[in-house]
């Protein structure tokens, strides 16, 4: 059974720090992802990552977000640093079999998500 579980949300002043987990069981998936959903909001892209090494970030996270994974324990990481008011939103962790998948329909798998919260 696939699961996709996350940690390591909270609540955090801006300009802080936050360091993502999503723990993968079940399967290993060649693609893995955050997105995000604030309140009122579609859920939204944030990063994602092959296991081959290709890295792609949505434009309001670049230069300050950095997804990653750790292969032995079939983990993906998001380091969030700088972190602004805007962005308070559940953050999710996806995986998918497709490598160029940045689109929500093209996860098959998601985890149930974990807050994030930034305080100006």
């Known amino acids: 059974q696939v699961q996709l579980v996350e940690s390591g949300g909270g609540l955090v002043q801006a300009g802080g720090s936050l360091r993502l987990s999503c723990a993968a069981s079940?399967?290993?998936?060649?693609?893995m992802a955050w997105f995000r959903q604030a309140p009122g909001k579609e859920r939204e892209f944030v990063a994602a990552k092959n296991r081959s090494g290709s890295t792609i970030y949505a434009d309001p996270v670049k230069g300050r977000f950095t997804i990653s994974i750790d292969n032995a324990k079939n983990t993906v990481h998001l380091q969030m640093n700088s972190l602004r008011p805007e962005d308070t939103a559940v953050y999710y962790c996806?995986?998918?079999?497709?490598?160029?998948?940045?689109?929500?329909?093209?996860?098959?798998?998601w985890g149930r998500g974990t807050q994030v919260t930034v305080s100006s």
């Open positions: 079940g399967r290993t998936f060649p693609r």
């Open positions: 996806a995986a998918s079999y497709q490598v160029l998948a940045t689109m929500t329909p093209q996860f098959e798998w």
